[in-house]
């Protein structure tokens, strides 16, 4: 009888506990549902298996994970305000500081990607001034790295990828590219002799071009004044030298920034697809 | 042993009512996720939830959020396959309307002609339904580019603040305050900058007019003077700015024309949101 009643209980046991593992795997069974589609880049789903779980789940157990996931979901899909939205709740059902962490860094890693860099700047800065994060310096020094190349700010980025290390392959790379940039300010001043700017961006043609018009009117200019016609001096000074001069300035300004456009494109285009490393 | 057994099974026993397995996709449970996204405005998900469990849940309701959500994210034609399953429901008067809105978003707000009306054969039970149709084909008509009907035809379907805001955009529509672009240009090839101001550019207008006549006055006085390439150099230029200014005087007023025409049109549109196409707000979410 004896032996019979400890088989009944021992049976109980473990019908019960199986039961209770069975059920804790049905909502472990969702998330890992919904973390293939993840794995598969079948986003969609990922989003829709995440939601369901989170709306079902009262335990809290898959919030932060769900949440960062969705997140992460919606960026792919280049839906960036919602990916913000799913991460800002990730962060706050985040239990560790790590998660926390973890999920502020993907928020300003959307606002590198989406141009917000002001906002990724000041979140970075956020993350510097928190203890908790103390020794996580490079990675915030790295990502502000990539905040201030996407801010075209070349020389702040390398000295952030600096603050890592003095010879990270980014510096160099942000250096490189720093050092081959045409100074717009530098052009404008040099057009101040008509056409210097142009030489200065390469625009050799444009720059004869710009000498011919600014000659062609201060002579006819000058040749008005010495001839006492003090009106027509000015009318032609103001019409057509002055608007000529005013042009090439712009011109030469205009030129050293499209040329820098170009430039800074082509760098971003080899760090997006030849670059090996993090990015955002 | 026997008060450690029972113990332990008192323990498992404890546990019992967290360890029921959930079925996140029963058909109830779906239709739970599937009302929730709905209410978050999430329509694309919603309705393939919906759509997973029609055939299992069959519900008048369902169908009509189908439906919705089919309109909600511009599949007009999806949208109204559903109507057919709601011909006979409680929702038949909401389901025709939504699926005439449906036609007249889906040809882009022109909505068919009044001779369309033959395709929909109201009867006089279908009077909200007929109504509503009319208030979409007065909203075509002010949009659409075919001849006008009379005013009252436009503004009887409408109550209330909806008749004083129709009223004013039929007189928009019959009466636009265009200009004309070649009397802009005349104006302007007569006395440089009087077409600027005919379309109310007065600061451009006034310019014009300035630097024409003063360049036009330098000319002459250099010929006088028989200064010649001076005199060559501003009758070119006097040239370019009466040229330039006629051109742009015709370019002015189609520009304002444009601008009457999209301020219009955008003026329609921002009315038919705001009014959500004459249709009721359904409250499924509270």
């Keep these: 009888m004896t032996f019979a009643i400890k088989i009944l209980f021992t049976l109980i046991f473990i019908v019960v506990g199986t039961i209770g593992t069975y059920s804790q795997d049905s909502y472990q069974q969702q998330f890992e549902l919904a973390k293939k589609h993840f794995d598969e880049e079948n986003y969609f789903d990922a989003v829709t298996e995440f939601k369901r779980l989170l709306f079902f789940d009262n335990s809290g157990k898959y919030t932060y994970e769900a949440n960062r996931l969705i997140g992460l979901s919606y960026k792919e899909g280049a839906k960036f305000s919602d990916a913000v939205h799913f991460l800002a709740l990730a962060e706050m059902n985040a239990i560790t500081s790590e998660q926390i962490f973890e999920s502020k860094i993907e928020i300003i890693k ?68 720093k050092s081959d940039l045409y100074d717009p300010t530098i052009a404008k001043a040099l057009s101040i002799v008509p056409g210097m700017g142009q030489f200065y ?73 030849s670059y090996i490393g993090n990015k955002p | 042993m026997r008060v450690f057994l029972t113990i332990l099974s008192l323990f498992s026993i404890s546990i019992l009512p967290q360890s029921i397995t959930f079925d996140f996709h029963s058909p109830e449970n779906i239709k739970k996720f599937a009302d929730y996204l709905f209410c978050q405005g999430d329509y694309l998900r919603a309705v393939e939830e919906y759509e997973s469990i029609k055939n299992i849940n069959f519900n008048d309701t369902i169908n009509f959020k189908i439906m919705l959500c089919y309109s909600e994210i511009g599949l007009y034609q999806m949208s109204n ?74 503004i009887n379907p409408f109550d209330g603040s909806e008749t004083k805001t129709i009223a004013s955009f039929y007189d928009m529509k019959t009466n636009p305050p265009y200009k004309s672009p070649a009397l802009a240009g005349v104006l302007s090839a007569v006395i440089p900058g009087s077409g600027k101001m005919y379309v109310n550019e007065w600061g451009d207008g006034i310019t014009a007019l300035l630097a024409t006549g003063l360049l036009a006055f330098l000319a002459y006085d250099n010929f006088r003077a028989d200064h010649k390439t001076r005199a060559w150099i501003f009758t070119g230029l006097d040239a370019f700015f009466y040229a330039g200014n006629v051109y742009g005087s015709i370019a002015a007023a189609q520009i304002f024309n444009a601008r009457i025409n999209f301020e219009f049109s955008e003026g329609i549109k921002l ?14 979410c509270n």
């Design chain 1, 110 to 177: 959307i606002n590198i990607l989406r141009r917000t860099t002001n906002r990724a700047l000041s979140l970075l800065d956020d993350l510097r001034n928190d203890e908790r994060f103390n020794d996580k310096s490079d990675e915030i020094n790295y990502w502000s790295g990539w905040a201030y190349i996407f801010a075209d700010e070349w020389e702040k980025a390398s000295t952030s990828f600096a603050l890592i290390d003095s010879i990270h392959s980014l510096k160099a790379f942000c250096d490189s590219v």
């Design chain 1, 201 to 273: 961006t390469g625009e050799y043609v444009s720059g004869l071009i710009s000498i011919g018009w600014n000659v062609l009117w201060g002579y006819l200019t000058i040749n008005a004044f010495n001839e006492d016609r003090i009106f027509d001096g000015v009318m032609i000074g103001t019409l057509l030298w002055w608007r000529f001069y005013n042009g090439n300035l712009q011109n030469a300004e205009k030129f050293a920034q499209q040329k820098n456009l170009e430039k800074t494109n082509k760098a971003l285009l080899y760090l997006q697809n």
């Design chain 2, 81 to 154: 396959l559903s109507e057919v399953r709601l011909s006979n429901s409680v929702f038949k008067n909401e389901a025709e309307c939504l699926s005439l809105k449906n036609r007249f978003k889906e040809s882009s707000n022109s909505f068919y002609q009044l001779s369309e009306i033959q395709l929909y054969p109201f009867s006089t039970e279908d009077s909200f339904t007929l109504n509503y149709f009319n208030k979409l084909t007065s909203a075509s008509f002010l949009l659409g580019s075919s001849e006008l009907i009379s005013e009252d035809e436009i």
């Design chain 2, 271 to 284: 009315f038919l949101e705001q009014e959500n196409y004459f249709l009721p707000q359904y409250d499924f």
